[in-house]
């Protein structure tokens, strides 16, 4: 990445003047400040979408706007519960609006095309509605190009052959991996001061029932936190991650926007 796809780090005056180019299209990251285990920090669910945003808006001339770094609440079958000290959410409400005035925003500077990248899985309906709140005001207020992709990052690595890399004794469900070999990996390829595998504590795939109780119990939740072993991750499987998540997102986004090529 040579060039500097950061919107906070550009001028006014250059953002203005990349607003002028080809069908100019912002990446947004949206993650959570959520505990991750004893082995990793508090930043993984933005850590991980703004690596993959950077990487893909250097391909498509693209710009990456600062991140979301607070989400809703982790629920317990997903994220371990926001029961933890540290795990800091927004209510839906909040989060809800503070996407949908980003997007207006954004439709004020002339942007037309937006792509919300999502780090944090409790997050996906809030955006849904944020998205959908500020396409009826632009409507009402004239505006009726503006067109969105919301995409979760991990939906792009669900490719056969990359699961039998990372789990060759069998792939435990999205839904147990918070914390494991997928985000452990990935946070080794790209941020290896911020993982300790000393501190890594090999326990088995958390069983829930198939239903929920609030308040919630937190002794259904493994103690660290994590709901899977990040015994196995390595940083080679977080760069075979890396490379198909941002292969498939690069190719999606030309797909729905045909954005212009970086130089």
Same mark, same amino acid.
């Given at each position: 990445?040579?060039?500097?796809?950061?919107?906070?780090?550009?001028?006014?005056?250059?953002?203005?003047?990349? +607003?002028?180019?080809?069908?100019?299209?912002?990446?947004?990251?949206?993650? %959570?400040?959520?505990?991750? &285990? !004893?082995?990793?920090?508090?930043?993984?669910?933005?850590?991980?979408?703004?690596?993959? *945003?950077?990487?893909?808006?250097?391909?498509?001339?693209? +710009?990456? %706007?600062?991140?979301?770094?607070? /989400? !809703? $609440?982790?629920?317990?079958?997903?994220?371990?519960?926001?029961?933890?000290? /540290?795990?800091?959410?927004?209510?839906?409400?909040?989060?809800?609006?503070?996407?949908?005035?980003?997007?207006?925003? #954004?439709?004020?500077? /002339?942007?037309r095309r937006l792509v919300i990248m999502?780090?944090? #899985?409790?997050?996906?309906?809030?955006?849904?509605?944020?998205?959908?709140? =500020?396409?009826?005001?632009?409507?009402? =207020?004239?505006?009726?190009? #503006?067109?969105?992709?919301?995409?979760? !990052?991990?939906?792009? =690595?669900? @490719?056969? &052959? +990359?699961?039998?890399?990372? !789990?060759?004794?069998?792939?435990?469900?999205?839904?147990?991996e918070h914390g494991?070999? #997928?985000?452990?990996?990935?946070?080794? %390829?790209?941020?290896?001061?911020?993982?300790? +595998?000393? $501190?890594?504590? @090999?326990?088995?795939?958390?069983?829930?029932?198939?239903? @929920?109780?609030?308040?919630?119990?937190?002794?259904?939740?493994?103690?660290?936190?994590?709901?899977?072993? =990040? $015994?196995?991750?390595?940083?080679? $499987?977080?760069?075979?991650?890396?490379?198909? *998540?941002? @292969?498939?997102?690069?190719?999606?986004?030309?797909?729905?926007?045909?954005?212009?090529?970086?130089?």
């Amino acid at each position: 990445m040579t060039q500097n796809v950061h919107l906070g780090e550009l001028s006014w005056p250059q953002y203005e003047r990349w +607003l002028s180019g080809t069908n100019p299209v912002m990446l947004l990251p949206v993650g %959570a400040l959520e505990q991750h &285990g !004893y082995h990793m920090g508090m930043n993984v669910d933005v850590a991980l979408p703004t690596a993959v *945003c950077e990487r893909v808006a250097a391909r498509i001339g693209a +710009l990456v %706007a600062p991140p979301l770094s607070y /989400g !809703y $609440k982790s629920q317990q079958k997903s994220g371990g519960g926001n029961h933890y000290p /540290g795990t800091t959410s927004l209510d839906g409400m909040t989060l809800t609006s503070t996407v949908r005035d980003i997007i207006r925003e #954004f439709a004020r500077h /002339g942007l037309r095309r937006l792509v919300i990248m999502n780090g944090h #899985f409790e997050n996906a309906m809030f955006i849904v509605e944020g998205i959908d709140l =500020a396409l009826r005001e632009l409507t009402l =207020a004239g505006i009726d190009d #503006f067109r969105i992709m919301t995409l979760s !990052y991990w939906d792009f =690595a669900e @490719d056969p &052959g +990359l699961l039998a890399e990372l !789990y060759p004794d069998g792939f435990n469900g999205w839904d147990v991996e918070h914390g494991g070999v #997928f985000e452990t990996s990935l946070m080794l %390829a790209l941020r290896l001061d911020q993982v300790h +595998l000393d $501190k890594v504590e @090999d326990h088995p795939p958390a069983q829930f029932p198939p239903y @929920d109780v609030f308040p919630v119990i937190p002794e259904r939740t493994p103690a660290p936190g994590t709901l899977s072993s =990040a $015994k196995e991750a390595t940083a080679e $499987k977080g760069q075979s991650i890396l490379k198909v *998540c941002v @292969d498939g997102i690069t190719a999606a986004i030309r797909h729905e926007f045909n954005p212009m090529r970086a130089d």
